[in-house]
């Protein structure tokens, strides 16, 4: 771990006085509405850079028509092409959640129970329209670039005799991703974007269509995904990622245990870190695996939408 001393630890929170607890509201100023996005400075993004040696290209945008179902009971999106004149056409998306495949989840998708959501906006003030609080649209006018680590949960697990599921719940630990990050030589640094390989997409792309019915119709879904706890919020927050996702649809383990409440609340509620879900990695992994190299360029446009609360990520890693 290389901690940033100019910011405050997990055990400091909360960044400002009077602030909620364990909140970093305020730590950027009191009208800020990108948080730890403000950590891809010019000088990492710079250093970021430097890694690309190959110029081999992997997007992180699973297909937009997956999972299909859709889980957690949103709408499957339907696309129609209109003729406009002869040669020539128009998109037109219906039903188009932003959250039903790879995603950001941003600030005003999950607030905490008690505080509201980050820099204390309230739900009220989610409104979607000129004024409105942390949309979207603030990631997508600055932009998201900087260094990405990859940690292969399913690669490490197979080195030590592990069996790994995916579609059941059960949780991986802090102290795991350290140690799967010291195999593959991955030193963190502040302003990392974490991306963690669970296998959940390879495993999704196994079940046949029945099976994917039955999975969007079972609720709440069982996810293999980080444990709840202060030892995780702890990991996350004192090596001062940036932004943290995953392959799996939730990032953290699910159901979320119950006595610990779920790590979205204080991740994006709190801290207003973005929470990146199904991300397509498995190339990805495959490129990392074989070169030995698991940091790379990470860049990412989210959609430019006012007031949105998440989107697609666009996301590139260049290696």
């Not at 990050?181 to 390989?197: N, Y």
Request: some cysteine.
């Amino acid at each position: 771990m290389t901690r940033d001393k100019r910011l405050p630890s997990f055990d400091e929170l909360p960044a400002k006085r009077g602030n909620p607890p364990r909140s970093a509201w305020g730590l950027f100023g009191d009208d800020d509405q990108v948080c730890t996005i403000n950590l891809l400075t010019p000088e990492r993004i710079v250093e970021a850079a430097s890694l690309v040696r190959s110029g081999r290209v992997f997007a992180l945008n699973w297909d937009l028509e997956l999972p299909d179902p859709p889980l957690f009971y949103r709408q499957s999106m339907r696309h129609t092409i209109t003729p406009r004149r002869h040669n020539v056409h128009d998109d037109i998306y219906d039903n188009f959640n932003t959250q039903s495949s790879t995603q950001w989840d941003g600030l005003t998708h999950y607030g905490h129970h008690q505080h509201g959501f980050y820099n204390g906006v309230t739900a009220g003030q989610v409104t979607g329209k000129e004024g409105t609080r942390n949309g979207i649209e603030h990631w997508a006018r600055r932009g998201i670039a900087g260094r990405g680590v990859l940690l292969d949960l399913p690669r490490w697990a197979a080195r030590h005799g592990r069996q790994i599921d995916p579609g059941r719940r059960s949780e991986y630990s802090a102290d795991q991703l350290v140690e799967a990050a010291a195999e593959q030589k991955v030193v963190f640094q502040p302003g990392d974007i974490l991306l963690v390989r669970t296998g959940w997409i390879e495993w999704y792309c196994s079940l046949d269509q029945a099976a994917r019915i039955n999975l969007s119709r079972t609720w709440p879904h069982d996810i293999y995904g980080l444990a709840q706890g202060d030892d995780s919020l702890r990991f996350l927050w004192d090596n001062h990622f940036a932004a943290v996702a995953s392959d799996s649809p939730a990032f953290e383990a699910s159901p979320p245990d119950p006595d610990k409440g779920a790590l979205h609340e204080t991740i994006i509620g709190l801290w207003g870190m973005p929470i990146g879900e199904m991300f397509y990695l498995e190339r990805l992994a495959e490129e990392c695996a074989a070169d030995g190299a698991y940091s790379f360029l990470l860049t990412s446009a989210p959609l430019n939408k006012l007031g949105g609360v998440a989107s697609p990520p666009n996301a590139l890693a260049i290696k």
